[in-house]
């Protein structure tokens, strides 16, 4: 069975500064997808970022990127210019890319942005 | 309106009582999931269904039941309710699609606290 491991259940970033959250995941699939997700809050879900297994390049959305490492099953992102408005708890999660997909949670990483 | 409603928003319920979450969405999307959120231990799995005739169990179905009543509502029940069944209820949808990369769609979460 996948699973997903997230190690920091908590950090912290001065504004403007740039953060790492960390995600490591377990499978032995070759075709599957990665996800970060924000909830503030208001405790909505908003997908971040997405990365296809089969895509070497690394996923980015505006201030948002990944460093995907699929030989280390390494899924981390990265924040930079961190902003108030992302202080949130963040999830990774795993999703197969078989029929009978799921959507499988870590444990969720608390971020703090500190003025 | 939301894409994926879930209602009621809070609920405070005794244990022993029987309790229905309502869950409808607008997206066409024939997959739909209950995930429940507790601390520390991110979302897992309750129940999900790929269509109206397809209910399958998650990774933590004990005390609870589903009905997909049509394509659109997927309601998650508890028989009993106790009080370690507080927590955090989130109503998914999703779209098999390879080209949204198997979006998902939440809901804005049902509070349930039981006393």
């Known amino acids: 069975a996948q699973t997903v491991t997230q190690s920091q259940p908590e950090m912290s970033v001065q504004e403007a500064e740039t953060v790492t959250l960390s995600c490591t995941y377990d499978?032995?699939?070759?075709?599957?997808?990665l996800f970060w997700y924000k909830q503030p809050p208001s405790r909505q879900m908003i997908l971040v970022i997405r990365q296809e297994a089969y895509k070497q390049q690394n996923a980015t959305e505006n201030r948002f990127s990944v460093n995907f490492q699929k030989a280390a099953k390494s899924f981390s992102l990265k924040i930079s210019d961190s902003q108030l408005g992302d202080a949130a708890m963040y999830f990774c999660a795993y999703l197969s890319g078989g029929a009978t997909n799921k959507l499988i949670f870590g444990t969720g990483t608390l971020l703090a942005v500190q003025p | 309106d939301a894409d994926v409603t879930q209602t009621p928003r809070n609920r405070i319920t005794k244990t022993g009582k029987r309790i229905m979450l309502e869950c409808s969405q607008t997206k066409g999307h024939d997959r739909m999931y209950w995930y429940r959120q507790d601390p520390g231990l991110g979302l897992r799995l309750i129940y999900y269904?790929?269509?109206?005739?397809?209910?399958n169990k998650g990774e933590i179905s004990d005390g609870y039941s589903v009905s997909r009543q049509a394509q659109a509502k997927f309601s998650l029940s508890l028989e009993s309710a106790i009080p370690n069944q507080t927590a955090l209820y989130f109503c998914?949808?999703?779209?098999?699609?390879?080209?949204?990369?198997?979006?998902?769609?939440f809901g804005s979460g049902t509070r349930l606290t039981v006393v």
């Open positions: 269904s790929f269509d109206v005739k397809d209910i």
């Open positions: 499978t032995s699939e070759s075709d599957y997808y």
């Open positions: 998914a949808t999703s779209d098999p699609g390879a080209e949204t990369n198997y979006g998902y769609t």
